[in-house]
Each structure stands twice: as C-alpha cells, then as structure tokens.
C-alpha cells in the first residue's frame, strides 16, 4: 500500500505539476504548481517515515550529491536567518512562492525520497510520466498560437484567445503562465523525449516518440524565446557530440546503427519546424512567404495589438539593455551582503536599494523586479557566496559525475558503466542541464523546472546504481557501547506491536496537521486574490474578503499589510454616514499596517502600502498627512532611486503649501528621471501657483525636449506668457 502510494505520488509530481493552475488564486500559475508540491512532498515524506516504521529498516541512500545537497542547504538556512526578510525567505515571495527554503527543503525531500525508494525501471517510468505530462502542455500551448486557448474554453466557453490580456498568439505559454518559463521547461523535456526516441526498440515507439518531439519542438518554437533557445542549441551539442562519439566508438555495432535513423528524425523535425514557422533568432519564416499583403483596415485600429509581457520580452527598451542594468544592481547587494546575501528570496525587496538611477530612462522603469532574471547573479545577491558556491557545487558535481560515467561508459573499461544507461540517458540528462544552465543566464528557475534541477539527477543515479546506503561521517558515529545501548532500546520497542503502530499513527496525524494547514493557506489565497479585485471599486467587500484570509492565515504580513489599506478606504467610504465605526477602521487601518511593517521593515512594498494607507486616511483626517510623509521618507530610504516616491512627496508637500520643500522634491525627481513628463509638468504648476511665470514655463519647455510638440505643456506656456 505505502509502495503504491510513493509511486503514484511521483507520477502525480511528474505528470500534474505543469499541467495544474486555476483562476481563483492570487498568482494562477505557479503558486497552484508549489501547493501542489507542497501537497505531495508531505504525502510522500509521510509515507517513506512510516515505511521505515514499519519495516523496521532504515532507509536513506547516498548519492554523490549528497555533500553539495547538504551544504547548500545549510547555506539557505544561514542566509534565512540573516535575512533582510525573513518571512519571505522562508516561504519564497509571495507571487512566485518558489525558491524560498521551505521549497528548497521539499525538493531535497523529494530528492532522497526518489533515490531511496525506487528501482531504475520506476525511474523511468517517473521519466515516461513527465514526457506525458510534456505532451498535454504541448496539446495545449499549440493551439493558442492559432488563436485557440484552451484556458479560454475552460473560462469563458469560447475557444479562443480573448481571456488573455496578454499576445498568447504571438508567444504561448499554455500552463505555465510565461512564454520564457514555458520554453524553459520544455527545452529540459525535450531531451528525455530524444532519450525514449533513441532507445526506442520497435516502429511503433519510434513513431510515436517521434510524434511526441514533434509536439514538444512546434509548442517549443511558438514561445519565440531567446534564452531557452540557446539552452536548447547547448544541449543538442551535448546530445550531438556525445551521441557522434558513441557512434565513433563502437561503428558497426546494432546500437551505433540504431542511432542514425533516430538522429536524422530528430534533425529533419528541427530544420523543417524552423523552416515554416521560424524560430527566437531568426526572421525567416515559410509561411509569411505565401502571406498576402497586410493592408491597413478598421478592424486592426479597433482590436489594438495585447501586451504580451514585459519588456524583458518584447518591445519597449531592449531586453538586453535592461538585464545589464538589473545584473549591475545584483552585483552591488552581493557587494553589500558578502557572505549570506540579503536573504533567500528577498531580490525585489533589496535590489531597490541598489537599483541604479539609469533604470530610471528605460521603459520598464517602474516595474517591480522580484528576480536578478539571472538565476547565477540572484543567488550571489540573496545567498552570498556560500549559498552560490553550494549551488555551483551541486551543478559541477552531477556535469562533472555525467562526464565520467559516460567516458567510461563509451570506453568500455568498466563493465558497471557500459550499459545503454550512461551512452543514451545520461548525455540527454546531462543535455537537459547544460539547456538548464544557459537559459537560466538570461531568467530563473520556476516549480516545474526547479523539480527538473533536483530530480533528473535523482533519476540518473537510481538508473545506473549509483546510490548506496548512506553512511554518517566517523565524527557523528557513536561510540560501540552506545550504538549497542539503542540498538537494545530499539529492539526492545520494535518487539511490542504497539511502537509501530504508535508511530505510524503519530507521523499519519502530523502528516495530517500540516495538510489541513496548507489547505487553510490555499483558501487564504483564494480569499486575498477575491480581496485584490475589489480593492478599488468595492472597499467594504475587499475589507471583509481580507479579514476571511487574515483568519485562515494570519502569519502572513502581505495580508496584514493590504488589510490596512481596505479598512482606510472603507473608513473614508463610511466618514459621512457613521462615523463611529469609521474611527474603528482607522485604527485598525493604522494597527495592521504597523503589523505588517513590524514583522517586515525593509519591504519596501509594504512601506508603498503604508504610504498609501495613510494619504487615504489623510483625506478624512489631516492628523495623517505627517504620517503619509513619514512613510514617504522610509520608503526613499529604502528605494533612494525611485523616482516616483520623491514624485508623490513633492505633490503631497505642495498640497500642504510648502511649495518650496515641494519643489526641492521634484527638482530631486527630475535628477533622477530626466524624461518624467508628470515631474516637469507638476513643477511648472507649482511654480505657476507661486506666480513664478517663467520658472513655470522653463518646466514646461524640458517636456518639450523630449516629446516635441507635447500639447499639453504648449497649452500652459501659451497661457502662462500671457501673464
């Protein structure tokens, strides 16, 4: 029974984790994708300890990772508890969950459990179950390229695109919420597929393996994504050389025969899908050949093009530019936070401290950058060089062990190693990381691909027999009489029926505890999400949608934080009409922002929501004005180079009459962004209320020299020389 569960348990992981997202979240996408892990790690964990219990056999085996495994954790620990926010470290940010150390605690979790419990056919199977689940995403993605999203249908019932706000025709992302993180995981896909193809022993396999490839590269292409396509061209090289030098090595034999006509299937799918539908680094496209002519109609002015992401993906400043200046920041909180970084998932909150002022002239400039989109740069940032050189260890340990096996492998000089495992699973394993390393300069790791990270090699050390049982270091050993003292104490237990039992019925109720807990925090979730939409229109309802989530999980400050901006907004919505429990809503307003920025006082969103929550109850009680700047002033502390907080500080002061302290603030602005219309704009109205006429036009007139002819600064100078 417990067998069956552990195994099932893992085709789940490897089948539904991509596949699983739902529309009531918060983050659709990948906080569904970390429950869901959550979900099974516990399931799982639970079930190997009472196996253990009730075999009576202690059951963790060894890998070659297991020292790289170790430290690295020990390194996120460290980082956590020396983090500029803890909360966040430990349960990852909010819209990602990802990364945090109690993800990284379920993965390695996960790890040991695969290479403890399972044979190399399992393996293998778990490997045919994540091609599968590739297969259902790719089914997916397709048809959203051709205008036909399946999420669509499942919304709206129409099978189209028009849920979307995003372009999802001209770059899908099916189940995965993102282009970029779509082709990531299916570039890591697309080399156990080459695997099952290469190995595949009848017609058959081999077509329908081929079909599956096929599916992956077409879904693969219609993502348009440049660094997953450089991963991908990483691991064909892999896969090519390899493969190319097993065929040198044993020319003449049935395997080396078998790879040719596969090898060329796999060519022939790249060069003809690339052909007619193009692909992320090249312009030429088949199809656009035989296209006619666009011709300007109503219907292209009316259906106006979707965004289809941020910059760092299309349009606007180029991509490139501003991954160099996000990675100038990264290196300067590693600067500033040598040893643990600034705390495990903790970029979004320390990279504006550190965010330099040429961020300010590109077009994401007020974006929020919760990542490095470098996964390299974003450890040294939030783990220090501990926690990334144990990252690189982990990485240069499994390359370094998938070299080794495979030469000796293709050498033939070690009889353990000369099996179709190391010459075919290996390189394509091996391939999947080097696509794993090369995307992951230019982005990061989501669920999907951080479980890839942790498992492949899980899967490749259970394949070729690479795992033994693990043995503690002579220092953390006993001494000989004390060994036999517990070996006594535990026999003696083991032989009363009842210490199984108790056991097992012990990790079974924790197991439990901690499941009902985790449902509680999805359904905290699904209230927050509902809180969100109503935030603006409807501040009673998101006010009481926050005190439902708040009481299913009331550790988490992001719920606290925007409780506090609901409960002023409907304070200022009930001012005129009662005004007792208006007050009550202004404390509670102000108390659970205190909670919120108590626990977390470097997050500089939650300082942003202060600032807000404070200006609204300013609007009912002028007592809050000096609390709004004060907030202001932490939140410039935190974020020196934003210039959208020096912005709202001017405005405020000009609305008190300190115009002179107001203009200060906006000169300080426009230093920091001299392209901000809104900043010129202002400052010419301030000036104008001063009647200082031609101060006001000067503002008006640095509009002008950068959006010439700008209407709305020619109609202010046009009245103003009047004066």
């Given amino acids: 029974m417990l067998n069956t569960i552990l195994v099932y348990s893992f085709y789940i992981l490897f089948f539904l984790t991509p596949l699983v997202w739902a529309p009531w979240n918060f983050e659709l996408f990948e906080y569904n994708k970390m429950m869901l892990v959550y979900f099974l790690t516990i399931i799982i964990t639970a ?36 983090s500029i926010d803890r909360h966040t470290s430990i349960w990852g940010y909010y819209s990602r969950s990802n990364g945090g150390l109690l993800s990284t605690i379920s993965y390695i979790l996960l790890y040991y459990a695969l290479v403890s419990n399972f044979t190399k056919g399992q393996v293998l199977s778990f490997l045919k179950w994540a091609v599968y689940g590739g297969v259902v995403v790719a089914l997916y993605a397709i048809p959203e390229h051709f205008g036909a999203s399946p999420s669509c249908l499942f919304l709206t019932g129409s099978f189209n695109d028009a849920c979307w706000v995003q372009d999802v025709q001209a770059r899908v992302f099916a189940t995965l ?4 993180w779509l082709a990531a995981y299916l570039a890591m896909l697309i080399f156990p597929a080459i695997y099952f193809l290469l190995s595949s022993t009848k017609r058959s396999f081999m077509i329908l393996n081929s079909t599956f490839l096929i599916l992956f590269y077409l879904a693969f292409t219609f993502t348009y994504s440049r660094g997953a396509t450089l991963g991908l061209l990483g691991g064909l090289a892999i896969v090519g050389l390899t493969y190319f030098l097993s065929f040198l090595r044993k020319q003449g034999s049935k395997l080396a025969g078998s790879l040719v006509k596969p090898g060329m299937t796999i060519l022939g799918i790249i060069i003809g899908v690339n052909l007619i539908f193009g692909s992320a680094l090249t312009d030429f496209k088949l199809l656009s050949k035989f296209a006619p002519a666009s011709r300007p109609s109503l219907a292209s002015v009316i259906n106006a093009p979707k965004p289809s992401g941020t910059q760092l993906e299309n349009g606007g400043t180029e991509s490139g530019t501003i991954r160099l200046i996000v990675w100038k920041g990264a290196i300067d909180i590693f600067k500033h936070y040598p040893i643990f ?31 490095a989109h470098n996964e390299f740069l974003n450890y040294l940032a939030t783990t220090g060089i501990i926690g990334f050189t144990s990252y690189m260890a982990i990485i240069i340990t499994f390359v370094i062990w998938c070299i080794k096996g495979y030469v000796l492998s293709i050498k033939g000089k070690n009889k353990n190693t000369h099996t179709t495992y190391y010459i075919l699973l290996i390189p394509a394993l091996l391939a999947s990381y080097i696509s794993y390393l090369i995307q992951n300069i ?12 942790y498992l492949f090699p899980a899967i490749a050390f259970t394949a070729t027999d690479s795992t033994k049982p693990l043995a503690f270091p002579k220092l953390l050993n006993p001494s000989a009489s004390a060994r036999a003292s517990l070996q006594s104490i535990f026999l003696n237990l083991y032989k009363r029926p009842f210490y199984p039992k108790f056991a097992s019925w012990v990790v079974g109720i924790m ?25 603006d229109t409807n501040p009673g309802k998101a006010y009481n949608e926050l005190i439902a989530a708040v009481s299913l999980n009331p ?157 709305d600064a020619l109609s202010k100078i046009k009245e103003w020389e009047n004066k």
């Fill in 47 to 82: 079930s190997w300890l009472i196996k253990m219990i009730q075999t009576k056999k202690f059951n963790l085996q060894g890998t070659p990772l297991d020292i790289p495994l170790m430290l690295f954790l020990l390194a996120n620990i460290l980082s956590t508890i020396f």
């Fill in 177 to 180: 919420g993102q282009p970029n």
């Fill in 341 to 371: 970084g600034s705390g495990v998932e903790t970029f979004a909150y320390s990279y504006y401290n550190f965010r330099p002022v040429e961020h300010n002239l590109v077009s994401e400039w007020d974006f929020l950058y919760n990542k």
């Fill in 442 to 453: 230019f982005g990061f790791s989501v669920v999907i691909i951080a479980l890839f990270f």
């Fill in 511 to 535: 197991a439990g505890l901690i499941l009902i807990t985790l449902g509680r925090y999805y359904l905290a979730d699904t209230d927050f999400a509902t809180s969100q939409k109503y935030s």
């Fill in 555 to 711: 550790g988490e400050p992001y719920y606290h934080s925007e409780l506090g901006y609901a409960a002023a907004g409907a304070a200022a919505a009930l001012e005129s009409e009662d005004a007792t429990r208006s007050a009550l809503l202004k404390e509670e307003a102000v108390f659970e922002t205190n909670l919120a920025l108590k626990d977390s006082p470097r997050n500089v969103s939650y300082v942003r929501s202060a600032v807000r929550t404070y200006y609204m109850l300013a609007t009912i009680d002028k007592a809050y004005t000096q609390k709004t700047l004060d907030a202001l002033d932490l939140a410039i502390l935190l974020a020196p180079t934003d210039p959208k907080l020096t912005y709202n500080k001017a405005i405020i002061l000009s609305q008190m009459g300190k115009n002179q302290e107001a203009i200060a603030e906006m000169e300080r602005t426009i230093k920091l962004k001299p392209n901000y219309k809104e900043a010129y704009y202002s400052l010419g109205l301030i000036y104008a209320s001063d009647k200082q006429y031609d101060k006001a036009i000067e503002a008006m007139q640095g509009i002008l020299k950068f959006i010439p002819n700008d209407p």
